[in-house]
């Protein structure tokens, strides 16, 4: 990984941290168009949408968050991009991690599996599948 961000294509372009809001339909700015150059490292489950990005040139990390608000007036959509420390991820990590889990990577990236929901999930199949005639 580069010491400096400021040494790479991709993450001199995005800065620290870019928040686009978007409320009724209306959009307070946009992210810099890097940030569609980074690549999913790491989903977390269960986190309100949080996801850790790579930069596929130097290595450094963003965390990638949507929140979405459901208001009668209109939902609001904020979408966050957040550089962050590989110490920040494995601290990220050990927090949201379920008690039995494990990391399994599809093909593209990593995600983190909850175990423990995984086999309530399967169960739920085998008992809707032995319901049938």
């Not at 978007?22 to 980074?38: C, F, M, S």
């Not at 963003?62 to 550089?83: I, Q």
């Not at 590989?86 to 399994?104: F, G, I, N, T, W």
Request: proline share 5%.
């Amino acid at each position: 990984m580069k010491s400096d961000r400021a040494d790479c294509e991709i993450c001199r372009e995005i800065p620290r941290v870019t928040s686009v809001l978007e409320k009724h339909g209306e959009t307070d700015g946009e992210h810099p168009a890097a940030v569609g150059r980074l690549v999913v490292f790491l989903r977390i489950p269960e986190s309100n949408h949080q996801e850790v990005r790579r930069c596929p040139l130097c290595g450094h990390f963003y965390l990638y968050r949507y929140e979405y608000t459901y208001l009668t007036t209109g939902s609001e959509d904020e979408t966050t991009y957040e550089w962050t420390t590989p110490d920040r991820v494995l601290a990220l990590y050990a927090v949201k991690r379920p008690q039995r889990s494990e990391l399994r990577f599809d093909g593209a990236a990593w995600n983190l599996v909850d175990l423990d929901a995984e086999a309530r999930r399967e169960a739920q199949k085998k008992r809707k599948t032995a319901r049938r005639p």
